[in-house]
């Protein structure tokens, strides 16, 4: 719990520069109301950092964030724990992105603009992912309601940008298209079918999941698959 970090001391590097140039005791945190106040402003301060200080967050969901690697055919989590997953848009520039922040150490794990383009996949009720030019990004989310209430964001996200013409990128990783890591990942998955693997998104998930929900292709199990 941020707050309850805040209130005991337990304050990441991070924060603490926030803290000071904002002139926060610790004492001062030490009520409850105060210390809400103070997470906020130190969860602004760093979506202004990451480039998002005109944008408004549609919604914001608990999960543990991972990156695809394509060398080892496996995915690698890039946060420690959880991280707040926020969808913002730009109502000016008609631009949405996902920006992801580790609970644990308040890094940056996710930074993507998403596009008409871009495809959105679950591999199970829980495990959802995404490509743009930079990576292939998976989601374990904490829990189902957060799963469903990110993906129908998302969904609306990729309805609206249909309807609109073509962007250009802005801020964020660009779009998914050229010799970026979805043409990398598009070869991949079409080896994978020549194997007799799934199609488009269906790449297996990490093994160590909390959920036991998954889905079975062709006789082959892919998403979460239970575990401590």
């Known amino acids: 719990d941020p707050i309850a970090k805040l209130m005991t001391g337990k304050i990441p590097k991070e924060w ?13 945190l030490r009520n409850e109301e105060t210390a809400k106040l103070v997470y906020q402003l130190i969860m602004d301060h760093l979506r202004k950092a990451s480039g998002a ?8 969901a608990k999960a ?20 707040k997953v926020e969808i913002f848009n730009d109502p000016a520039k008609n631009t949405y992105r996902v920006v992801g922040v580790s609970y644990k150490n308040q890094a940056i794990v996710i930074n993507s603009q998403i596009f008409k383009q871009t495809g959105y996949s679950k591999a199970s ?5 995404w ?19 990110f993906s129908r964001t998302f969904t609306a996200v990729l309805n609206m940008l249909a309807k609109m013409p073509d962007q250009a990128p802005s801020g964020g990783s660009g779009a998914p298209s050229g010799g970026g890591k979805k043409e990398t990942a598009k070869k991949g998955k079409e080896k994978k079918k020549k194997k ?20 079975t292709i062709g006789g082959k199990t892919f998403g979460p698959s239970g575990g401590a």
């Open 16 to 28: 603490k520069k926030v803290l000071k140039e904002a002139g926060v005791k610790k004492k001062d």
């Open 64 to 83: 543990s964030v991972y990156h695809f690697e394509a060398a080892s055919e496996s995915w690698k989590q890039v946060d420690t724990g959880l991280s």
């Open 53 to 60: 200080s005109v944008e408004t967050s549609m919604i914001a």
């Open 196 to 215: 007799g693997g799934p199609e488009e998104f269906s790449i297996s998930a990490p093994q160590n999941f909390r959920h036991v929900a998954h889905n």
């Open 125 to 129: 009720e829980t495990f959802h992912q």
């Open 131 to 149: 490509a743009d030019s930079q990576h292939m990004y998976g989601l374990n989310f904490a829990s189902l309601k957060d799963a469903e209430v």
